[in-house]
């Protein structure tokens, strides 16, 4: 089990009720969302793996973390075919690329904060699933004992991208990193506290809850 306290410690805030309220009530798009979740992730790793060969202990973790997040692609879809779930094309939440858009463009700038990007993302699922589990217990038991599952190797992913981010911190005169993580935390916090207009695995609370 990875430490959720410091993974809430490390997120601005929790994810509002009103986005668990209708995530459970829509497990199908909840679901698609979640595999393209996975599917981006394991794409986010292996660009990392080939933009910055130079780094060893970069290139080792990210094709760790990649073949990880493939095998979850996998058992998500295999979940969605079980229930009847065609996976069908969604359109991206804002969150991801309202986090992206702030990366800096120059080196090694925007390796730091890929990397803490990449922290808040995998921290913010954690959580997601560690709060959905208990609720989805009466609706779909499967499905919450998978994201119990999950929890431990998000857990390793945030924990990864933070110690990664860190240590490449130094280079560009930024260790600590507490500025730079408080800088994304105000983003994120915007993002997943205001309304969104469709659900999504990332998403703030639809407008309509």
């Not at 120059?106 to 808040?120: C, K, N, Q, S």
């Not at 998000?154 to 600590?176: D, I, S, T, V």
């Not at 994120?188 to 703030?204: N, T, Y």
């Amino acid at each position: 089990m990875p430490d959720l306290r410091a993974i809430e410690e490390f997120l601005p805030c929790a994810t509002p009720d009103a986005w668990l309220r209708v995530a459970c009530a829509d497990l199908p798009t909840l679901l698609i969302d979640h595999a393209n979740c996975e599917k981006k992730a394991a794409a986010t790793a292996v660009n990392l793996l080939y933009r910055y060969i130079e780094r060893p202990q970069l290139i080792w973790r990210m094709s760790r973390l990649a073949r990880e997040e493939l095998r979850h692609f996998e058992q998500v879809t295999t979940l969605m075919a079980e229930r009847g779930i065609a996976y069908t094309q969604l359109s991206s939440a804002r969150y991801a690329g309202g986090l992206h858009k702030h990366i800096r463009t120059h080196e090694p700038a925007r390796l730091v904060d890929t990397l803490i990007v990449g922290a808040f993302i995998e921290a913010r699922s954690c959580e997601r699933f560690a709060r959905l589990a208990p609720l989805l217990d009466p609706i779909d038991a499967d499905l919450a004992k998978f994201y119990r599952g999950l929890l431990a190797s998000e857990g390793r992913h945030f924990a990864a991208y933070l110690k990664l981010a860190e240590q490449y911190a130094g280079e560009c005169g930024e260790a600590p990193i507490t500025d730079r993580v408080a800088y994304f935390a105000a983003i994120e916090r915007e993002l997943i506290e205001s309304a969104d207009s469709e659900l999504r695995f990332h998403s703030g609370p639809p407008a309509a809850a």
